[in-house]
């Protein structure tokens, strides 16, 4: 039988190992089983892209670039042949797809056979529950670093997908969390120490912690109509004073201006509606008729 490090929800050690499922883990690891399925998930993680131009997707070289006989050089057809500078690429990779598949229970066998490996080197540790009510980065590191995991690579499985868990481990780079189900050969290779919810094995799944009560959302307190005024530094103070007053001298320039413009425009109408005055006739000199 196969026991593990036990540890409550906090990080504290338990007293008593945790046995580990016989049926499941019974020691056995199958080295080649492993190295195929490493070698097929590596495999299907490749984009296939990759793409070089050959002769034919070259542009140019539509003519002998000189005649075939008479030049004493050796005959061309082409200078976008593979052997001339700026020709096609021969043999070169073109889009493919890399997906290679693999039986499910040789898939299963190398699974199993990566836990084994992580429990017989004393890498896998059982954790009471991860019941967390909301996302929290330093709980998650915390917890790591009381079971002596900091900055080491580790993968966190948890019963069921719990997002508060997995939001909790996504901003730490060397932590990997992940449903037990879900968890493949090779992420179990990657990994240096495996963390295992106990729910995982006996399938009940864990409450949220009672030490942990919800926090109620704290409204912000209303405010009153009337602010009281900030008092002004003396500089600021002096500077506005100075610009009000050069704004009410320019408002009373240009009123004056608008006036005299006004009483200039009255004059002149006044002076167009009144007739204009004829002038005194002369005194006739004497002796004229």
Same mark, same amino acid.
Do not use: C
């Given at each position: 039988?196969?026991?593990?490090?036990?540890?409550?929800?906090?990080?504290? %050690?338990?007293?008593?190992?945790?046995?580990?499922?016989?049926?499941?883990?019974?020691?056995?690891?199958?080295?080649?089983?492993?190295?195929?399925?490493?070698?097929?998930?590596?495999?299907?993680?490749?984009?296939?892209?990759?793409?070089?131009?050959?002769?034919?997707?070259?542009? &140019?070289?539509?003519? %002998?670039?000189?005649?075939?006989?008479?030049?004493?050089?050796?005959?061309?057809?082409?200078?976008?042949?593979?052997?001339?500078?700026? &020709?096609?690429?021969?043999?070169?990779?073109?889009?493919?797809?890399?997906?290679?598949?693999?039986?499910?229970?040789?898939?299963?066998?190398?699974?199993?056979?990566?836990?084994?490996?992580?429990?017989?080197?004393?890498?896998?540790?059982?954790?009471?529950?991860?019941?967390?009510?909301?996302?929290?980065?330093?709980?998650?590191?915390?917890?790591?670093?009381?079971?002596?995991?900091? &900055?080491? %690579?580790?993968?966190?499985?948890?019963?069921?997908?719990?997002?508060?868990?997995?939001?909790?481990?996504?901003?730490?780079?060397?932590?990997?969390?992940?449903?037990?189900?879900?968890?493949?050969?090779?992420?179990?290779?990657?990994?240096?120490?495996?963390?295992?919810?106990? &729910?995982?094995?006996?399938?009940?799944?864990?409450?949220?912690?009672?030490?942990?009560?919800?926090?109620?959302?704290?409204?912000?307190?209303?405010?009153?109509?009337?602010?009281?005024?900030?008092?002004?530094?003396?500089?600021?103070?002096?500077?506005?004073?100075?610009?009000?007053?050069?704004?009410?001298?320019?408002?009373?320039?240009?009123?004056?201006?608008?006036?005299?413009?006004?009483?200039?425009?009255?004059?002149?109408?006044?002076?167009?509606?009144?007739?204009?005055?004829?002038?005194?006739?002369?005194?006739?000199?004497?002796?004229?008729?």
């Amino acid at each position: 039988m196969i026991e593990a490090q036990y540890y409550t929800s906090a990080g504290a %050690k338990r007293d008593s190992a945790f046995s580990l499922p016989e049926d499941y883990f019974d020691g056995t690891v199958n080295e080649p089983v492993l190295h195929q399925a490493v070698k097929v998930f590596l495999n299907n993680q490749r984009q296939g892209t990759a793409k070089t131009k050959t002769r034919s997707f070259v542009s &140019g070289g539509n003519q %002998k670039p000189w005649k075939q006989k008479g030049t004493g050089r050796a005959r061309q057809g082409s200078t976008r042949a593979p052997h001339w500078r700026g &020709g096609g690429i021969v043999f070169g990779p073109i889009p493919r797809d890399y997906r290679t598949d693999i039986p499910r229970k040789v898939k299963q066998l190398a699974r199993k056979s990566a836990l084994n490996a992580r429990a017989r080197e004393g890498a896998l540790h059982v954790v009471e529950r991860l019941a967390f009510r909301g996302p929290k980065t330093a709980r998650l590191a915390g917890l790591l670093a009381s079971l002596g995991l900091d &900055g080491r %690579k580790v993968l966190v499985l948890t019963t069921v997908a719990n997002e508060a868990v997995y939001l909790s481990g996504r901003n730490l780079p060397t932590v990997e969390v992940m449903p037990y189900a879900e968890a493949s050969a090779y992420d179990v290779l990657w990994s240096e120490a495996v963390v295992i919810e106990e &729910g995982a094995f006996t399938g009940v799944v864990p409450e949220p912690l009672p030490d942990e009560p919800e926090e109620p959302i704290a409204k912000a307190p209303k405010r009153s109509a009337a602010k009281p005024a900030k008092a002004a530094k003396p500089a600021k103070a002096a500077k506005a004073a100075k610009k009000t007053e050069a704004k009410a001298a320019k408002k009373s320039a240009t009123k004056a201006k608008a006036a005299k413009k006004s009483t200039a425009k009255a004059a002149k109408k006044a002076a167009k509606k009144s007739p204009a005055k004829k002038p005194a006739a002369k005194p006739k000199k004497k002796g004229s008729k």
